[in-house]
Nanobody, 117 residues
C-alpha cells in the first residue's frame, strides 16, 4: 500500500515563502511522476507542478518563476518551494504519484496553505 504524506503548509503573509514536502511510502516513488495540485474552496483541483522520474518539470502558468518542484529519490520525497506567495495561492495542496503504465495513481491527504494580505 502506498501512502503520501504532505507537510509544510501553514499561514504566510503576501510575498512570503513556504516549502511543502511529500513523503512516499512503498516502492513506487522512483518510477512515478510526482505532482502537486491545489484546490481552493468552491473550485476544481488544478495542476500546480509535476516532475517526471527523470527530473523533467512542468508548471502551471500562474506559478512559473515563483514555485519550484524537486525530488529526492533517496528520501522518496518530492518538494514544492513556493516563493512570492499571493492571496490567490491560498488552497489545499495535494501530492500525487502517477505511474500510468501500471495503472497506479495515488493522492495525499492535502495540506492547507493560506496567504494573508
Amino acid at each position: 500500500q502506498v501512502q503520501l504524506v504532505e507537510s509544510g503548509g501553514g499561514l504566510v503573509q503576501v510575498g512570503g515563502s513556504l516549502r511543502l514536502s511529500c513523503a512516499a511510502s512503498g516502492s513506487i516513488f522512483t518510477t512515478s511522476a510526482m505532482g502537486w495540485y491545489r484546490q481552493a474552496p468552491g473550485k476544481q483541483r488544478d495542476l500546480v507542478a509535476t516532475i517526471t522520474p527523470g527530473g523533467i518539470t512542468n508548471y502551471a502558468d500562474s506559478v512559473k518563476g515563483r514555485f519550484t518542484i524537486s525530488r529526492d529519490n533517496a528520501k522518496n520525497t518530492v518538494y514544492l518551494q513556493m516563493n512570492s506567495l499571493k492571496p490567490e495561492d491560498t488552497a489545499v495542496y495535494y501530492c500525487r504519484a502517477n505511474r500510468p503504465a501500471f495503472g497506479n495513481l495515488y493522492w495525499g491527504q492535502g495540506t492547507q496553505v493560506t496567504v494573508s494580505s
